[in-house]
Structures are given as C-alpha cells and as structure tokens.
C-alpha cells in the first residue's frame, strides 16, 4: 500500500500536474494540501475520473487539505484540529482510510517570526501535540503526514545558518517537532534515509530546484502499529521539474499489507 502527500500550492491551478502524478505513481491514498480553493470549487470530478474519491476541506485563496483514496470515501473523522473552536483556517482533516487513520495537515508557516503569525504557530503545534497524544491510545495503524513547515535538523535544509531566524527552523520550532516525535511517533524519511540529503520543498526563485537548494518540510510521522509496516520512503523531486508544478515535491510511503 502506497501513502503519499502533497502539498499542490493551488489545486485548480496545478491539476494537470497532479493528474499526470496520480497517473503515473498511483498512491492508494492521498493526502493534499494548499488547496487554495473554496469548499464547492474542489475540482472533484477530475479527481474521480482519475479513480479516486475523497472529502476535503477548502478555504478561499488559502489553506485547504484534502485525503483522496483509489479503495472508497474515506470515512471523515475530523475537518478541524481539536482544541480551538474559533480557529477558522482549513489545515487539519483526518479520516479512517483502510483501516489506517490518516491524519492530513498543513502546519502554520509562521513568519514574520517574532510575532503574531509565529504565536499561532506554536500553539497549533500545542494543540497538534495533545491531539496527537490521543490517536496514540487508538488501538489502530495512525500517520499524521503533510507540510509541517519545520525543518528538524540542519540536514534537512540547504546552508541552514542562512534559516536560523526563520519560522521553519527557529530552535522552538524544531523543539516542538522534536517533543512531538518524543512521544512515539517515527519520521519515515529519517528511518529509512538517516543520513542523505533531501528536500520536499524547492522554491520558485534564485533557481533553487536546479541547485537542489531546497528544504525537508513534508514529513510522515507513523505510530508504532504502523512503524513495523513501514517498507519504503521516497520523494518524487521529478515531479517539482515539471512545467506549472508546486514549490513541493511529492512525498511517499509503502507499507506492508495487513
């Protein structure tokens, strides 16, 4: 079974370059972010057409997260992370996938850091720790995978002193990522690749993708139930070469069947 996220930066606007990646790689299940588009503009017929259903979550011009799957509607369990009733950003939706609780989000970027952008980061990472505590206690497979704007480590960023003030590198934000993971949850990447370059993320400017200047902010954290199912981690940095693509590449997952 292939896993896979990707954060698309607009889904309307990249929908050529998603189909062609569905067509090609063929994930099991999907999780999306950055829809940049409202709930009833989600291009959902395409989508069917490419032989996958879903729920999603839009926003206007910002935000939005989708979870697609080629094995039925994945059965919704959250659009909305616990803990805040008044935050109205469409970044969190989580669902029971195949027997997997897929947890699809797009954390807060956070900059200008200090200041009030940065503060609704640290406490949506707050809230993602206590309700990640919680699906630790389900006695099922769990990922919670999507782009959390954080870069754990220096490896995971070209020239990380030139980030060391940034939102996605500042010392709290790799603490919390790193307390985050403390509690029993495994990055994928970093158990299968612990020591190789690479990046999900290469911006649009000073020809970052050609110089594999990039970062590591799409991450797959997995649960211990599906840790041991763990086979392969990948990113398809092809994918971000394409004409009209996302600043994101690709990541994914294969797991043992059960």
């Known amino acids: 079974m292939k896993i896979a996220t990707y954060n698309v930066n607009g889904v309307n606007g990249r929908l050529p370059v998603l189909l062609q990646w569905l067509q090609e790689t063929k994930p099991d299940v999907v999780c999306l972010q950055e829809l940049k588009a409202p709930q009833d503009k989600f291009p959902f017929q395409a989508i069917l057409e490419a032989g996958y259903s ?3 979550h839009g926003q206007k011009s910002w935000n939005g997260v989708a979870i697609l799957s080629r094995s039925g509607k994945p059965e919704e369990i959250h659009r909305v992370l616990p803990g805040d009733n008044d935050d109205l950003q469409s970044r969190y939706i989580e669902a029971n996938v195949n027997g997997i609780r897929v947890a699809c989000l797009y954390l807060p970027n956070g900059n200008p850091a200090p200041g009030p952008k940065f503060d609704y980061k640290m406490g949506w990472f707050k ?3 206590f309700h990640a505590l919680e699906l630790l206690l389900l006695d099922m497979p769990v990922v919670m995978v999507g782009d ?7 490896i995971d960023v070209y020239k990380p002193e030139r980030w060391v003030e940034d939102a996605l590198f500042r010392p709290e934000v790799r603490a919390a990522f790193k307390e985050l993971t ?3 949850w495994t990055d994928a990447i970093r158990k299968l690749h612990p020591n190789e370059t690479i990046y999900t993320f290469f911006d649009y400017f000073r020809n970052a993708y050609a110089r594999n200047a990039g970062l590591r902010i799409d991450h797959f954290l997995l649960n211990p139930q599906l ?3 763990l086979l392969a981690a990948g990113v398809d940095k092809n ?5 009209k693509s996302s600043d994101h590449a690709p990541v994914w997952i294969e797991i043992k069947d059960q």
Not at 148 to 153: A, I, Q, T
Not at 239 to 243: A, L, S, Y
């Open 127 to 129: 809230r993602l720790h």
């Open 239 to 243: 994918v971000r070469g394409w004409e």
């Open 54 to 56: 879903g729920i999603w």
């Open 148 to 154: 959390y704007n954080v870069m754990p480590s220096e």
């Open 182 to 184: 403390a509690q029993g």
């Open 227 to 229: 840790n041991k199912r």
